[in-house]
């Protein structure tokens, strides 16, 4: 512990005079109510995303309400502050676009107030992952809350969950098998209660990371939204804050390469979301290490998927947390866990396993001689096609197109997409290869969830459901299908995507970890000659789009900002 002030006595507003800087600040406080004793408490930050645009933070007022009482009840004051706020359906062009502009909003409100230790109440996609790179970057001690996963829903007797389901009727609906009037009250079901996707999506995956990681208490990732014991867990973080303020615990000492380590094999086990390999290495990245992509995909070689959760499996997250939530999964995996790392509780993880309740019997989770998958649900593919690297979530690719050579069918851009899916007179068949390119981080921009390319419209109404799809863009965490991500580097930095002219051969090939482009170097070497860039998007000359076009890194890197990346250590995750 060092003598550093506390309270409302940081980080002082700068006149040249500290006691009038304090009591100005007090007397301004003061306006709020507050009485002098409560304004010698250490500050708790309570970092509110709450925001009517975004539907997964309905219940950000209660949290705070309820994470305010956890933090009077040790001893604390609790200040809540805004921060942007990013809503996956509701943002154009895309939530990944804003994330690091959310990291950077975050970490600068930290930096600037007087907060002893802050709650990051966060749930959505992107805002997890952007709490934790500012967390990482801001020294402050830190704690994570999310808003959890919403119920399920009914249709007609079938249980429904966003946004598998929803992906899976809309493909019903493009194929002509659901008509409008059913495809509107799907829409009407699909999302009953407040709270993030019910399936192992991109906020899922990233709930269970963070548990894993030891930034949440144990048992906070998979509790619903809606349920009494979210809101008796936001009270407990508010109480644990004031003990991280106390004990100075940031989250330099929590996110080792251990914990990251931790973390990736877990992301495995669940069948995770691609989308948590790019937020992991970003967050790694904030603690100068550089996230590995073969060693993650050797651990994915001896790693089960051992959850039977959408879209790899049957459950939703709601059975996950009846089941025993994360537990279960941390257990089948003590073998391979390093269960020395410390967590926010000021205790190891595998103290923390040893303390939780004993297991009951269930469905939803197995052991690992019994796996959903016999690997890690993400693969990492390489070849001419992606250099620095591909990944496809084998566990939720059709087996069968998992080995395939195919013609390619090559979109140019998203709109080129739009425009061109649904024609008849697209050239295309069911063995055919889908790209899309012009879609990263830069090309885009902001490497958007379009890697769910549709199936083309006359192939779907002839049944066909899957296709071999590739592009330089990202898909959401709820989605499925045989489809390989995140080919690095994009085409509009002059990627080999760039170069796949309509009729090339592509080939396929998970168990291999291959992806070939069947063209002669040479002819390679012509086409690149003649290639030139995209036009970069509208409104690239100003603003936030201009800062991020112009520092964005590549996928494998975590697409962070290269200025806000920690010098590197020379260090690599998984160790």
Same mark, same amino acid.
Not at 551 to 558: C, F, K, L, T
């Given at each position: ?24 600040? =007090? ?7 507050? +009485? ?40 604390? %004051? ?15 062009? +895309? +939530? ?54 919403? %119920? ?153 998927? /051992?959850?039977?959760? =959408? ?10 947390? =009846? ?57 990492? %593919? ?53 790209? %899309? ?21 006359? /192939? ?54 291959? /992806? ?60």
């Amino acid at each position: 512990m060092t003598d550093r002030p506390k309270g409302l006595r940081r980080r002082l507003t700068d006149y040249g005079d500290p006691g009038f800087s304090l009591f100005l600040r =007090k007397a301004f406080a003061k306006s709020m109510g507050y +009485t002098e004793a409560e304004l010698d408490r250490p500050v708790i930050g309570i970092a509110d995303t709450g925001s009517g645009l975004v539907s997964c933070h309905g219940t950000v007022p209660a949290l705070i309400d309820a994470v305010s009482r956890g933090v009077v009840a040790a001893g604390g %004051l609790p200040l809540a502050f805004p921060t942007i706020s990013l809503g996956e359906p509701f943002m154009h062009p +895309t +939530t990944m676009l804003f994330r690091n502009l959310m990291a950077m909003d975050t970490e600068e409100m930290i930096r600037a107030h007087p907060i002893d230790a802050v709650v990051l109440i966060g749930g959505c996609d992107k805002t997890v992952p952007a709490q934790l790179m500012a967390a990482a970057s801001a020294g402050t001690p830190a704690i994570q809350l999310v808003t959890g996963p919403m %119920l399920t829903g009914s249709h007609r007797g079938e249980r429904l969950g966003a946004c598998t389901d929803c992906r899976r009727y809309w493909g019903a609906r493009r194929g002509g098998r659901v008509d409008e009037d059913e495809i509107a009250e799907v829409g009407g079901r699909l999302m009953p209660s407040a709270g993030t996707c019910m399936v192992m999506g991109t906020a899922s995956t990233m709930a269970c990371a963070a548990e894993a990681l030891g930034m949440m208490l144990p048992g906070s990732a998979t509790i619903p939204a809606v349920l009494a014991d979210r809101m008796r867990a936001a009270r407990e973080t508010g109480a644990r804050a004031v003990a991280l303020a106390a004990e100075g615990l940031i989250p330099e000492r929590i996110l080792t390469p251990a914990a990251f380590t931790n973390a990736l094999r877990v992301l495995l086990a669940v069948g995770g979301s691609t989308n948590a390999v790019i937020h992991l290495a970003a967050i790694a990245g904030r603690c100068g290490f550089a996230l590995d992509l073969e060693r993650l995909d050797r651990l994915s070689r001896e790693t089960p998927v /051992l959850l039977d959760l =959408k879209p790899s499996g049957r459950h939703y997250m709601e059975d996950l947390n =009846k089941a025993g939530g994360l537990m279960p999964v941390l257990r089948a995996l003590v073998p391979a866990l390093d269960l020395d790392c410390l967590t926010v509780t000021g205790r190891t993880l595998g103290d923390e396993i040893a303390a939780a309740p004993e297991p009951w019997p269930q469905d939803v989770v197995r052991e690992a001689d019994e796996p959903i998958y016999p690997e890690g649900g993400i693969a990492v %593919l390489r070849g001419n096609l992606a250099p620095d690297g591909a990944i496809i979530k084998q566990s939720a690719a059709t087996p069968a197109l998992c080995s395939h050579n195919g013609r390619a069918v090559v979109f140019d851009s998203l709109a080129d997409l739009t425009a061109r899916i649904d024609d008849p007179a697209l050239d295309v068949t069911p063995d055919d290869v889908l790209v %899309l390119r012009n879609a990263g981080p830069r090309g885009a921009p902001g490497m958007p969830e379009a890697g769910y390319i549709p199936i083309p419209k006359k /192939l779907a109404t002839q049944g066909v459901t899957d296709m071999v799809r590739i592009s330089d863009a990202r898909m959401s965490g709820t989605a499925f299908g045989t489809i390989v991500l995140h080919a690095a580097p994009e085409a509009a930095i002059g990627g080999p995507l760039a170069l796949v002219e309509n009729g090339d051969r592509i080939a396929l090939d998970v168990a291999s970890r291959a /992806l070939t482009l069947e063209v002669s170097q040479a002819t390679l070497d012509a086409r690149r000659a003649a290639w030139r860039p995209p036009p970069p998007p509208e409104g690239a000359g100003r603003g936030y789009l201009a800062l991020h076009l112009a520092h964005v890194e590549q996928a494998d890197r975590g697409c962070d900002l290269d200025f806000l990346t920690a010098p590197r250590t020379g260090t690599a995750v998984p160790i």
